[in-house]
């Protein structure tokens, strides 16, 4: 990590692995990530800032992403997109579809339509 320790950078990567972990916990916002890191929400952002984003940045993309990967994945085609909105954290559908198409330029249930796989990818 530039100009940064080495404890600075296993304690950003302990948070951001706790983020991908628990991407399903509506609750989890800057404030628990710090305070489940024993650092205050002042540190956190500047451990963030390192790899160039905010914690909230960082886990609205983690969300997305995550969002992303299962609408195109068949094993979730029966999954409603209420449901992988609720599976990666974001309980109200609204402010799912907004912010995917916000990121992605597309409504998740296009995405979905448009790169879904087949099967298995060679």
């Known amino acids: 990590m530039p100009g940064g320790d080495g404890s600075a950078a296993v304690l950003l990567d302990m948070?951001?692995?706790?983020?991908?972990?628990?991407?399903?916990?509506?609750?989890?916002?800057?404030?628990?990530?710090?305070?489940?890191?024993?650092?205050?929400?002042?540190h956190a952002y500047t451990l963030f800032k390192r790899i160039g984003t905010t914690p909230g940045a960082y886990l609205h993309e983690q969300r997305l992403l995550a969002a992303q990967a299962m609408l195109s994945d068949p094993?979730?085609?029966?999954?409603?997109?209420?449901?992988i909105a609720a599976a990666v954290g974001i309980?109200?559908?609204?402010?799912?579809?907004?912010?995917?198409?916000?990121?992605y330029g597309t409504t998740p249930a296009s995405w979905r339509r448009e790169h879904r796989r087949s099967g298995p990818i060679p």
């Open 15 to 42: 948070m951001r692995s706790h983020v991908r972990e628990h991407l399903a916990d509506p609750e989890l916002r800057v404030e628990e990530l710090a305070r489940r890191h024993h650092i205050s929400v002042r």
């Open 91 to 103: 309980l109200d559908l609204s402010t799912f579809e907004r912010a995917f198409r916000r990121q």
């Open 75 to 83: 094993r979730y085609d029966r999954l409603a997109i209420s449901s």
